[in-house]
């Protein structure tokens, strides 16, 4: 368990047996500014207070939960969120989402403090109340082969916490991974489907780091019992975490915001690793890099490149070396 779990209880609202708003118990006791309360039969409330010249204008579109901004009389303003139509069952995911937004956001003050916020709480919708609505099948694989990766490779070589950090793929980065000097692309595709690589936007193949590697991963369906679903691979993951709050965290943030979309057939979906090609993006790799020389009329642009022609680009060295020596 890491340090920062003891800075909380255990369960926020537990000795808080009926409606105390606008009064409630801090929550995080190294930042005074946050607290937890009940209100209106036992809805459960978090808010948070400091000086501020102004409420900030972003908006949390998150389903069930109710946000109100109030001038207190000494000055400062508070944000009051309240959990409304999320069922009992959400109470251990609500509970994790408010440690989680206590720790990021308290390095920050004033209308920032209140921006971070309101963006930590979207950011963890997915997780705090799934859609379940389906993932696109590139969706679906693409975060199967990026969570087999972690397992596999990552957590060989790293530390969870390092590895989860490394992981940014989840986050709509420009790469799926970065760490030291280098980043790695992942592309995963049934191996049926395998000729082609689907770029997906200008920025993928941008080097922004010394090294920049595009993983290729190949996959089959399977029937197998011993094969990874996504829940299975989920499972697998959190238990290599084990109870490090804030690494925990910091991934069911991150996986939640597509493995909560998919559906429970989808979580139930079987594949094996068959293999993985590495490339490395160097000067003259094939590709339509925004930081290049671009027609300005040129914003946005979706490719394949056909792997048969990348020959003189594949490396014949094993992924673990890469993460350990670049």
Same mark, same amino acid.
């Given at each position: 368990m890491s340090d920062l779990a003891t800075k909380f209880r255990e369960n926020p609202w537990a000795n808080i047996g009926e409606d105390i708003y606008p009064d409630g118990k801090q929550l995080y006791e190294e930042d005074p500014r946050f607290w937890v309360s009940k209100k209106d039969g036992g809805k459960l409330v978090f808010f948070a207070s400091d000086e501020a010249e102004r409420i900030p204008d972003e908006k949390l579109n998150v389903p069930d939960i109710k946000i109100e901004f109030d001038n207190l009389d000494n000055g400062q303003k +508070?944000?009051?969120?309240v959990f409304e139509g999320l069922p009992q069952a959400s109470n251990e995911q609500i509970i994790i989402v408010v440690k989680d937004v206590a720790i990021h956001c308290s390095e920050f003050t004033g209308t920032q403090f209140f921006s971070e916020i309101i963006s930590r709480f979207g950011a963890w919708s997915e997780f $705090?109340?799934?859609s379940r609505r389906g993932l696109k099948?590139?969706?679906?694989?693409?975060?199967?082969? /990026?969570?087999?990766?972690? !397992? @596999?490779?990552?957590?060989? &070589?790293?530390?969870?916490?390092? %590895?989860?950090?490394?992981?940014?793929?989840? /986050?709509?980065? !420009?790469?799926d991974f970065t760490l030291n &000097?280098?980043?790695? /692309?992942? !592309? #995963? #595709?049934?191996?049926?489907?395998? %000729?082609?690589?689907?770029?997906?936007?200008?920025?993928?193949?941008?080097?922004?780091?010394?090294?920049?590697?595009?993983?290729?991963v190949f996959l089959n369906k399977s029937n197998e019992e011993q094969s990874w679903t996504l829940e299975r691979l989920n499972e697998a993951l959190l238990e290599v975490i084990g109870d490090d709050m804030v690494v925990k965290n910091n991934y069911l943030r991150k996986v939640s915001k597509l493995y909560n979309k998919a559906t429970l057939e989808q979580l139930q979906l079987k594949f094996n690793f068959i293999d993985l090609d590495?490339?490395?993006?160097?000067?003259?790799?094939?590709?339509?890099?925004?930081? @290049? @020389? $671009?027609?300005?009329?040129?914003? +946005?642009?979706?490719?394949?490149?056909?792997?048969?022609?990348?020959?003189?680009?594949? $490396? =014949?060295? =094993?992924? &673990?070396?890469?993460l350990n020596n670049g």
């Amino acid at each position: 368990m890491s340090d920062l779990a003891t800075k909380f209880r255990e369960n926020p609202w537990a000795n808080i047996g009926e409606d105390i708003y606008p009064d409630g118990k801090q929550l995080y006791e190294e930042d005074p500014r946050f607290w937890v309360s009940k209100k209106d039969g036992g809805k459960l409330v978090f808010f948070a207070s400091d000086e501020a010249e102004r409420i900030p204008d972003e908006k949390l579109n998150v389903p069930d939960i109710k946000i109100e901004f109030d001038n207190l009389d000494n000055g400062q303003k +508070k944000l009051s969120i309240v959990f409304e139509g999320l069922p009992q069952a959400s109470n251990e995911q609500i509970i994790i989402v408010v440690k989680d937004v206590a720790i990021h956001c308290s390095e920050f003050t004033g209308t920032q403090f209140f921006s971070e916020i309101i963006s930590r709480f979207g950011a963890w919708s997915e997780f $705090l109340k799934p859609s379940r609505r389906g993932l696109k099948e590139s969706e679906l694989i693409g975060l199967w082969g /990026e969570m087999y990766l972690v !397992k @596999e490779f990552f957590f060989r &070589n790293f530390s969870p916490a390092q %590895s989860i950090s490394f992981w940014i793929g989840p /986050e709509r980065k !420009k790469q799926d991974f970065t760490l030291n &000097n280098l980043a790695l /692309e992942v !592309k #995963t #595709t049934l191996s049926e489907n395998s %000729s082609r690589i689907k770029i997906s936007s200008l920025e993928q193949l941008e080097r922004t780091t010394p090294k920049l590697f595009l993983t290729h991963v190949f996959l089959n369906k399977s029937n197998e019992e011993q094969s990874w679903t996504l829940e299975r691979l989920n499972e697998a993951l959190l238990e290599v975490i084990g109870d490090d709050m804030v690494v925990k965290n910091n991934y069911l943030r991150k996986v939640s915001k597509l493995y909560n979309k998919a559906t429970l057939e989808q979580l139930q979906l079987k594949f094996n690793f068959i293999d993985l090609d590495i490339y490395e993006v160097v000067d003259g790799f094939p590709g339509i890099i925004a930081s @290049e @020389e $671009l027609h300005p009329a040129l914003v +946005k642009a979706s490719y394949e490149l056909d792997r048969n022609k990348l020959s003189e680009y594949i $490396l =014949d060295k =094993d992924l &673990n070396k890469i993460l350990n020596n670049g």
